[in-house]
């Protein structure tokens, strides 16, 4: 997750508070949807951005989580995610964020 992103979601979560921010990835590769599920949740394991010792605690899912799908505008959804659906495993990637927010998001949806 690069330094923007990250400090966009601290400030968001300073903001609103971290029972009021849900995070949503997309990634395409699960150890990538991983990685960024720790950033927000325990912190950066870089120690080189915003997050970096900051244990946010965000609940996180992935786009293909079925909670995720389930809320989303299902014409939207043909138009805008359909397509990656058909090409991606979207089970490895759901289940990468899952793992992540199991064991250290503070709050679910």
């Given at each position: 997750?690069?330094?923007?992103?990250?400090?966009?979601?601290?400030?968001?979560?300073?903001k609103?508070?971290?029972?009021?921010?849900?995070?949503?990835?997309?990634?395409?590769?699960?150890?990538?949807?991983?990685?960024?599920?720790?950033?927000?949740?325990?912190?950066?394991?870089?120690?080189?951005?915003?997050?970096?010792?900051?244990?946010?605690?965000?609940?996180?899912?992935?786009?293909?989580?079925?909670?995720?799908?389930?809320?989303?505008?299902?014409?939207?959804?043909?138009?805008?995610?359909?397509?990656?659906?058909?090409v991606?495993?979207?089970?490895?990637?759901?289940?990468?964020?899952?793992?992540?927010?199991?064991?250290?998001?503070?709050?679910?949806?």
């Open positions: 997750m690069d330094l923007q992103n990250q400090q966009r979601v601290k400030d968001a979560a300073e609103f508070g971290s029972d009021n921010v849900v995070v949503i990835f997309g990634s395409s590769d699960a150890e990538g949807a991983e990685l960024y599920a720790e950033t927000v949740t325990v912190g950066d394991p870089t120690y080189a951005g915003p997050l970096g010792g900051v244990s946010l605690g965000l609940p996180v899912y992935h786009i293909f989580d079925e909670e995720i799908k389930a809320e989303a505008d299902a014409a939207a959804w043909d138009e805008q995610v359909s397509m990656m659906e058909m991606l495993d979207t089970e490895a990637l759901a289940s990468a964020v899952a793992k992540m927010r199991e064991e250290n998001s503070l709050c679910k949806l």
